[in-house]
């Protein structure tokens, strides 16, 4: 597609069920990432794939918290017993390498709030 | 551990009114540091990537500038459109790739 997009785009959940959130990166994009931003904050690393390679999740708050990547394309960020301060954007970027100084694109997020 | 600080937070100008967003950073070798714009309920929008100190990037009415230990985003006589937050990030050198680390960002609104 022409941008990265994410479904849904707002999602309200119980406290204590599971969520997925979806991401399509831009064809041909190597580099998927998974950022958070919660309202006042600054963006916040979850997540990082690169190609074939062990993906970086270095930036996963807890172990509720995982994401897979299939076929080096569509990744899901699932999210298990979900907690109110969970509520934030989820954010997902990618681009054509990893880090080394190519343009990061941004998706428009998916808006979940835990109640 | 790799920091960014944006000042200031928040920033209202009159329409022509000149002025500059910093960008404020810590990072244990500089790869590259970005700016974005972000609109309400919009994901960040990229605009500019600078390298190395005494680089400088245009686009329109905002010129990024760098420095070994911050950023400026110049706004040179911005109009109502130019009302969003600003987001600053860098990129660290380090084995292998690094995460973007991001600041808060600074709300620029422009009033007509």
């Known amino acids: 597609g022409a941008g990265v997009s994410q479904s849904p785009s707002n999602k309200v959940t119980e406290k204590g069920k599971d969520v997925e959130l979806r991401c399509d990166p831009i064809s041909g994009h190597t580099a998927l990432y998974w950022y958070r931003q919660s309202l006042g904050q600054g963006l916040e690393f979850l997540i990082y794939f690169q190609g074939n390679s062990a993906p970086d999740k270095s930036g996963l708050p807890s172990d509720r918290f995982s994401a897979e990547r299939t076929g080096g394309s569509v990744s899901t960020l699932t999210i298990q017993r979900t907690q109110q301060e969970d509520s934030a954007v989820y954010l997902c970027?990618?681009?054509?390498?990893?880090?080394?100084?190519?343009?990061?694109?941004f998706g428009e997020g998916s808006w979940l709030t835990v109640v | 551990e790799d920091q960014v600080t944006q000042s200031p937070e928040a920033l209202r100008l009159q329409e022509g009114e000149s002025s500059s967003l910093n960008c404020s950073y810590t990072v244990s070798g500089l790869r590259g540091l970005f700016w974005y714009r972000q609109d309400p309920g919009k994901g960040p929008e990229f605009l500019f990537t600078l390298y190395s100190a005494g680089e400088e990037k245009e686009k329109e009415r905002l010129k990024a500038t760098l420095t070994k230990k911050e950023s400026f985003l110049h706004i040179t006589a911005p109009k109502p459109e130019d009302s969003a937050t600003y987001l600053c990030?860098?990129?660290?050198?380090?084995?292998?790739?690094?995460?973007?680390?991001f600041g808060k960002g600074t709300r620029l609104s422009v009033i007509a």
């Open positions: 990030a860098v990129q660290s050198q380090g084995a292998g790739n690094t995460p973007l680390v």
């Open positions: 970027a990618s681009s054509l390498l990893g880090y080394s100084g190519n343009t990061i694109y």
